[in-house]
């Protein structure tokens, strides 16, 4: 369960960029969060991560308020959160197989449990035969199924994608959505931003709308883009 209760976010210059903002999202939904920039979309992704911390209220995933974990806690919690953004942030230099082997080096992941689990997660996206593959030599389509293969790693109970299909093609945007939800369906959480209009229709799952840092409409069935 997420729960951001109350919250307010107030940047340095002023800026009010989450007002007063209530939102539950259970376990295993599927929701998308849409809007004008500028709306406080992406702030609300960044309070989930602990990136960033609210002026005011409570941010709590799994009943553990995020304000009370230390600098040591911090990623034991994103571990639970796979991340994936519109301009993949790939690795140009290591293969598709290392970008996702990466992942699990960070965190001191054994030999044997990167060349059990990294080839599993790249058959997942569809990418078994790229593993030797640079980023240069994939489509951009293929990149973002590396980059949410990366987030898979972790095997993580919940997926945020911050306009992840902002830089395909349609045919691409709808590979890359039909992926996610295969990955809901199998039980992950997933917190979907964004401005695909097209794409959040065909879905008709519940539509969380924000402007001017506000949810103004929230969908729970059937959801369409309405602004």
């Known amino acids: 369960m997420i729960e951001l209760k109350n919250i307010s976010t107030v940047y340095d210059d002023s800026f009010v960029a989450l007002h007063e903002i209530n939102l539950e999202i259970k376990d295993g939904e599927l929701v998308s969060i849409v809007g004008p920039a500028g709306a406080g979309k992406s702030t609300l992704l960044r309070l989930l991560t602990r990136e960033l911390r609210p002026t005011e209220g409570d941010v709590v995933i ?27 942030k790939l690795l140009s230099g290591k293969n598709a197989f290392e970008n996702v082997a990466f992942a699990l080096e960070v965190v001191g ?5 990167i060349q059990e689990d990294v080839p599993k997660a790249l058959e997942i996206v569809g990418l078994g035969d790229k593993a030797v593959n640079f980023p240069h030599q994939l489509s951009g ?47 992950t959480t997933v917190v979907l931003v964004t401005h695909n ?22 969908q729970t069935e059937n959801g369409k883009y309405i602004i």
Do not use: C, Y
């Not at 991340?83 to 993949?88: A, K, L, P, V, Y």
């Not at 992941?109 to 449990?113: G, I, Y």
């Open 62 to 88: 799994d009943d553990v308020n995020l304000a009370s974990l230390s600098s040591d806690d911090i990623p034991l919690l994103r571990r639970k959160i796979g991340t994936i953004f519109q301009d993949f």
């Open 109 to 113: 992941a054994s030999t044997a449990r």
């Open 141 to 187: 389509g293929e990149k973002q199924r590396l980059a949410i293969a990366r987030a898979l790693i972790h095997r993580p109970r919940i997926i945020l994608a911050d306009e992840p299909t902002g830089n395909l093609d349609l045919i691409n945007s709808h590979d890359v959505i039909q992926l996610l939800q295969k990955i809901n369906e199998l039980g």
């Open 197 to 218: 209009r097209e794409i959040v229709d065909a879905l008709s799952r519940r539509v969380v709308t924000m402007e001017k840092g506000k949810i103004v409409r929230d």
